[in-house]
């Protein structure tokens, strides 16, 4: 149990962006035999073989076609997770000069808790795109030491400042960088100069601040682990650690690593792009199906939609369904919700149900309290997309969206092993 979460922690402190995350799944990949696919490219595909293939840098498929059971006999094992995370991104303008300090200009990325940012340590990583000698390139970087902080302004400036948490996210949330003695900004300079590029050459960027505190085990027994994006890099990790342990089932399975589900998924590397299709199509054109035997195939197929689940919190008990009580370390949870925030049908629990229970794999069920409404996922999305029976699951987390959240330890071991015999 511990080494599968050591494992998730080395992750997690390595890919503070999904263009890390890919790159850090591709490595893992590629270690376990899997050969990259291009998109543009013609496709040769063996049985048996892993393969995997990368959209624009932020989105990761994999997939093996099994010979033991190949689609048209039992469909695909689907499994989708997304790992991008709500936080803030910095603005083409970077940063002002004001009142003797060099403060970043942000937009909120996504559903974030604006209050869990401020008096942290915060660094930044990402992408920037360059002129070089070969046309356009671009390199990713990550600073990988704190360099900003946002204050809050002290109780005796702002007297009532525990009495809402709600800020100006233009004047307010700025971050200090530094201190110029000219009145220039320095921080892009800097930032270039890790990249190893000139300023004068960069085109365009995409950068994030994230929380510079490493990923720690918290509790007397570190049964608890506290970390930057637990929602959804944990469930995109065992999904990968799962295709890679050498322990998977015999199935024919794909799987989607998904970008910017935290602001809707309508983008090229989100769930509502044509991935899902054009990757599954694909494959089964290659394997010599017609389009008739796509259609059984996917009638055949299952999605397991991974995306974390909230538990119970103990203080906040009356937000909570008092019958279906969902808490950390006591394994996957299943979501339902009748109009259809997450896909889970009465079928398709019934399948996950089996699965758990064939495979010593203890699982929870959460549902909305009836006077409130939950989050949605990618797994209605990918239901309506392929037409197919669609799970949401996920591993109970609390804090969810906070710049730090906080989960259950062996719960990252459970969601693994769930993976491995699913798919």
Known sequence: VKRECDGFIEYIDRCHTPYHSVTYFSELLEQAGAQRLYEDQEWEIEPDQLYYIVRNGTLLSAFRISSENMPLEKGFRIGAAHHDVPGFRIKPSVSTVDGGYERLTLEPYGGLIHHSWLDRPLSCAGRIYYNSAIGTDYVDFDLQKPVAVIPSAAIHVVSDVNEGAKFDLQTEIRPFVGQPDEGCGEFMRYVADDAGVDEADILSFDMLLYDAAPAEYIGINEEFISSNGLDDCEMAYTLISAITSGEVADNSFVIFIYDHEECGSASDRGAQSSIFTDITERICRKCGYDREEFYRIMSKSVVFSADMAHAAHPSYMQKSDPNTVVYLNKGPVLKINSNQSYASSAAGSAFFKKLCKENGI???????????????????????????????????????????????????????KLFEAFL
């Open 362 to 416: 203890p699982y929870q069920e959460f549902v909305n309290r009836s006077n409130m409404r939950g989050g949605r996922t990618i797994g209605p999305m990918l239901s309506a997309l392929g037409g197919v029976m669609t799970v949401d699951i996920g591993n109970p987390m609390l804090a969810m969206h906070s710049v730090r959240e906080f989960g259950g330890t062996t719960d990252i071991y459970y969601m693994k």
